[in-house]
């Protein structure tokens, strides 16, 4: 696939059709920055199960990503090939620059045959690229906050001073909220405010450090006109994705990544809390590239057609295809995205 982002990419499409997988490239360069390559390759199933169609079909993985900055195009490729162990391992790793001035191009392989990222290193040795590069990728953080479980971490205590960061599962919640409380309360306050209108009973956090062990702390709460304190489990499902949605995206500016890829974040909202959503989305947008994927045809409509990028499966593969302004209008005057996404007019439905 060769896809441009804008700032705001919203993905729609059947099951199975794809977006997971895309969703999950940027997941694997996660754990790929923080020296987890191959720890993510098994408990994902080892590499036949990444590989389409497994390793004979598909024997490897190749990523090309490119940044633009104000220098020039910087260029990230890596090849992953199928190895022993039915693992992977690198069979290509490099950076490229080409430069807005036209200059000599900079092309800098790092070997093969590596098993974690090489980029890492070359970075701490200096390579102002690979420096550049590795703070872009590390700055891509994938979202997914689908486990609101009675154990899932974000409804247990957390270490208090995890709070670099929220954590793709927002198992830090209570840690972040509790930092911006004390640093950035206009950011706290901002928060507060909109989860309030998500869920009209919220009034408030209530976070301190545990009496028993000042290193934890759990995300309390309190309701309007209550004194009674609330905890973590006594938050329903899509309450507490509202907390992690409104926490991630009102975050102060200087914390928020430059890529957010957020999964399916209307899992489990009233549709009312929608349309604040999506206007979070749009607003962090400004700041942040930002991919959404999702399922809802109520959502949807709270976005443009050339914010929408559909994708369907044809011949086994992915196709990823961007909406535009003119082909649909005529049928916006009669139908909003929603509707004709239903109606398969627009591509991303089931195909028969």
Not at 302 to 326: A, H, Q
């Amino acid at each position: 696939m060769d896809l441009s982002l804008q700032s705001l990419n919203i993905l729609i499409g059947a099951n199975g059709a794809g977006k997971s997988n895309f969703v999950t490239f940027f997941k694997m360069m996660n754990e790929m920055m923080g020296g987890r390559l191959q720890e993510y390759i098994g408990v994902s199933g080892r590499a036949q199960s990444m590989l389409h169609f497994g390793p004979k079909i598909t024997p490897q993985i190749l990523g090309d990503l490119e940044f633009e900055t104000e220098k020039g195009v910087n260029r990230y490729i890596m090849r992953l090939f199928h190895a022993a162990g039915d693992s992977m391992i690198f069979s290509e790793e490099r950076v490229m620059l080409s430069r807005a001035d036209h200059t000599e191009p900079h092309d800098i392989l790092f070997g093969a045959g590596h098993l974690e990222t090489a980029i890492r290193s070359e970075a701490g040795s200096g390579n102002k690229t690979a420096q550049l590069i590795c703070h872009l990728l590390n700055q891509s953080r994938v979202y997914h906050f689908h486990d609101t479980s009675a154990l899932a971490r974000i409804r247990l205590f957390c270490y208090i001073n995890d709070n670099r960061y929220l954590m793709p599962d927002a198992g830090n919640l209570a840690a972040m909220l509790f930092a911006y409380q004390e640093t950035s309360p206009t950011a706290y306050r901002r928060i507060v405010s909109t989860v309030g209108k998500i869920v009209p009973e919220f009034k408030d956090f209530e976070l301190a450090p545990s009496r028993l062990n000042p290193n934890e702390i759990v995300l309390n709460w309190r309701k309007h006109g209550h004194d009674y304190l609330f905890g973590p489990h006594q938050i329903s499902d899509g309450s507490l994705r509202a907390m992690a949605i409104c926490t991630l995206l009102l975050q102060p500016g200087n914390d928020l990544p430059n890529l957010i890829v957020l999964d399916e974040p209307e899992l489990g909202l009233h549709p009312h809390a929608l349309e604040i959503v999506a206007g979070l989305i749009r607003a962090a947008s400004l700041k942040s590239q930002i991919i959404v994927s999702t399922q809802s045809q109520s959502f949807l409509n709270y976005f443009g057609p050339s914010e929408i990028v559909t994708v369907e499966t044809r011949g086994g593969k992915s196709l990823f295809r961007r909406l535009t302004e003119e082909e649909l209008s005529i049928w916006l005057s009669d139908y909003s995205i929603g509707e004709l996404w239903q109606r398969n007019v627009i591509g991303g439905g089931p195909t028969l």
